[in-house]
């Protein structure tokens, strides 16, 4: 079976070293879910196979845990996270607009997905960051912004993915752009050192 690009390749070793350290019955689960979600930046299948075969824990005990917390995801997470604001005065002053404007930006079509195809950014809705008077609030890695339109996050998407050397999905015209501009900057260095 092929795995998907984002998907985590599990260290059988280090799942049983947890086990070890945790425990193998019924109130490890949470700590053993968090070690692995803190590893892999989700809950691989596989590696949630090794604990129940390594452990008492039953798959509907550690699948009820995992999906009854809202900190656990089941999915694979894009190397950088935005996550967009839906408490109450985030909500009223157009939060939804943000998801929208993001998703497109990031061409994520399926309401069901809320990674970017090439694994750039992930979309995640959380209830609060705290910034309330600056609503409506997005953080993408460690940077706040407030007070956005739809148009103002997708800028702020564009600047911090040119910032972190990614490429916005659909995008590519600018990749090569940027490929076009590297080979002319070192070409123009070459005749530089030759004069």
Request: proline residues 3%; contains cysteine; aromatic residues 6%.
């Amino acid at each position: 079976m092929e795995q998907h690009s984002l998907e985590a390749v599990v260290d059988e070793a280090l799942v049983r070293k947890w086990i070890e350290e945790y425990g193998s019955d019924a109130s490890a689960a949470v700590p053993l879910l968090q070690a692995v979600q803190n590893e892999y930046g989700y809950l691989p299948r596989e590696a949630m196979d090794m604990i129940v075969s390594g452990t008492r824990i039953t798959a509907s005990q550690l699948y009820g845990v995992a999906t009854f917390y809202s900190q656990f995801r089941l999915d694979p997470v894009g190397r950088n996270m935005i996550k967009v604001c839906h408490g109450t005065a985030c909500h009223v002053s157009g939060a939804d607009r943000l998801n929208t404007a993001l998703r497109q930006s990031l061409g994520i079509k399926d309401d069901a997905e809320d990674t970017a195809s090439n694994g750039s950014y992930t979309i995640e809705d959380v209830a609060c960051v705290g910034c309330c008077s600056l609503a409506p609030v997005m953080v993408i890695g460690d940077e706040t912004h407030g007070n956005l339109s739809g148009a103002d996050a997708q800028r702020h998407l564009k600047k911090h993915a040119r910032r972190n050397g990614e490429f916005l999905p659909g995008h590519e015209e600018e990749k090569s752009d940027e490929a076009a501009r590297t080979r002319q900057s070192s070409e123009n260095r070459k005749k530089e050192v030759r004069q």
